[in-house]
């Protein structure tokens, strides 16, 4: 498994508008190559973590295009540019 795990700081007077802007994306996010889950969390008032996983890095880098366009839907409400990390799986249960 491959995972990518983006932190966001977005205004959060807009979190319903988030939620649904994350609701609209659904079927787009299920539609991503290999991808085998995606977590939202809010880790504070204003900030997010979203992980995603993907059977293989190959389907990461294939899905890569469209995480750009799904996350630049989101760049009206980011106060920060998003901090983005990826790498293979070593733990999971």
């Known amino acids: 498994m491959y995972c990518r795990v983006n932190h966001i ?5 807009k979190k319903n508008e988030v939620i ?9 996010m299920m539609g991503l190559p290999g991808i085998q889950s995606v977590c939202t969390i809010e880790t504070a008032p204003g900030e997010l973590t979203s992980i ?7 389907h990461f880098d294939a899905a890569t ?14 106060t920060a540019p998003p901090a983005g ?3 293979p799986t070593i733990f999971y249960f």
């Not at 700081?9 to 007077?13: E, G, L, N, P, R």
């Not at 649904?20 to 787009?28: A, D, F, I, M």
């Not at 995480?67 to 980011?78: N, T």
């Open 9 to 13: 700081k977005y205004d959060a007077s």
């Open 65 to 78: 295009p469209e995480v750009g366009k799904i996350m630049g839907g989101f760049a009206a409400f980011f």
């Open 20 to 28: 649904s802007l994350l609701e609209s994306q659904r079927e787009t």
């Open 85 to 87: 990390s990826e790498g």
């Open 52 to 58: 995603a996983i993907y059977d293989t890095k190959e």
